[in-house]
């Protein structure tokens, strides 16, 4: 089983940056692919971005494309967002997720495929 934990959330304004970290612990998989997901209040779970076992292959959003990046840290059990020029737009709490899947293939972008979830953090971001 994994544990996944989130931190890095908080209050920014408009156009500011965050970093936001999951950390894993407990037995992990041989490979798996590390997300984040956002859910907004009234809206539902969304996928944002996610990286590959050997960080080869990332998956974005449309929304975040450019502004976010994500990175790892395998011998850390560690997953990083990065998040530039935040909009209110972007306001929600924020999951870590993991998928075990074979190292070639691609992150998906669909909830289910996901294992396991952090408790996740919120992010504000105000006008």
């Known amino acids: 089983q994994v544990q996944l934990v989130e931190s890095g959330g908080g209050l920014v304004q408009a156009g500011g940056s965050l970093r936001l970290s999951c950390a894993a612990s407990?037995?992990?998989?041989?490979?798996?692919?590390m997300g984040w997901f956002r859910q907004a209040p009234g809206k539902e779970r969304e996928f944002v971005i996610a990286?590959?076992?050997?960080?080869?292959?990332?998956s974005y959003a449309d929304s975040v494309k450019g502004r976010f990046t994500i990175s790892r840290d395998n011998a850390k059990n560690m997953a990083y967002l990065q998040m530039n020029s935040l909009k209110p737009e972007d306001t929600a709490v924020y999951y870590c997720?993991?998928?075990?899947?074979?190292?070639?293939?691609?992150?998906?972008?669909?909830?289910?495929?996901?294992?396991?979830w952090g408790q996740g953090t919120q992010v504000t971001v105000s006008s």
């Open positions: 407990g037995r992990t998989f041989s490979s798996y692919a």
């Open positions: 997720a993991v998928a075990p899947l074979a190292i070639e293939i691609a992150p998906p972008k669909r909830a289910r495929a996901y294992s396991y």
């Open positions: 990286i590959s076992w050997n960080g080869g292959t990332t």
